[in-house]
């Protein structure tokens, strides 16, 4: 089985995306299985059910980071996904860790990025993009030629080694591209392993700690004017 984690900020798209390379992949013959990782609310595996008729699993983060959730939940995943014969497992991240990165070793890691979201995004999104595959850049013609190429400039200048595959996911436009990577991707193989790093320490903040104030926690901390250091036993 092949799996795909599709991560990437908050309507850029991914759902649309993923479901233009649904239809694409059942009319190659494959079987495909979804998996959607949100935090409160999603529907997306409603959508997918009664649109394709695949198996779909749903996952509330709750008070887990997504990605957090992500490495817990991924194994049980694959598993379910393989009782149910899928030659393709789809996570759909919530996108909403930008330090850390969902993606695992043996999978292919695709990051959706919008167009329209300002030329300075990739920049901003760290291990998410840089630790990706793909970056497939959505909404394409809801911009000019001149802020496609800068767009572009920026993703290679973050990522130098990834592939992007520029879409108007909305109506397929530039999906193929897509799909052809899907497909030739490697099938995951034991151990699963995480690529790239988790953030750095736990903090008291991460166990519920909501004192305002370096000064008032333990762990990883850091000043306004200063580098992170560690306090505490």
């Not at 909501?210 to 333990?218: D, L, N, S, T, V």
Request: proline share 4%.
């Amino acid at each position: 089985m092949k799996v795909v984690i599709c991560a990437g900020p908050p309507t850029t798209g991914k759902t649309t995306v993923l479901k233009q390379v649904t239809k694409r992949l059942i009319a190659a013959g494959s079987q495909v299985a979804y998996l959607k990782i949100d935090v409160q609310y999603a529907v997306e595996d409603e959508m997918f059910k009664k649109e394709f008729g695949i198996p779909v699993k749903k996952v509330y983060s709750g008070e887990l980071c997504p990605d957090h959730c992500n490495v817990m939940v991924l194994g049980d995943a694959i598993t379910w996904a393989q009782k149910n014969n899928a030659e393709y497992l789809l996570v759909e991240t919530a996108g909403l860790c930008l330090r850390c990165s969902p993606y695992i070793e043996g999978s292919l890691g695709i990051v959706v990025l919008e167009a329209t979201s300002g030329m300075n995004l990739p920049r901003k999104i760290g291990s998410m993009l840089t630790l990706a595959d793909v970056a497939v850049v959505t909404k394409i013609d809801l911009i000019s030629q001149a802020e496609r190429e800068v767009f572009r400039a920026r993703v290679i200048s973050a990522a130098s080694d990834i592939s992007i595959c520029e879409t108007n996911a909305l109506h397929g436009i530039g999906i193929d591209a897509v799909v052809k990577k899907i497909q030739a991707s490697s099938e995951i193989a034991d151990p699963l392993i995480l690529r790239g790093n988790p953030p750095v320490g736990t903090c008291t903040v991460c166990v519920g700690k909501k004192e305002i104030g370096w000064q008032q926690h333990f762990g990883v901390v850091r000043p306004l004017e200063g580098d992170i250091f560690y306090q505490g036993e």
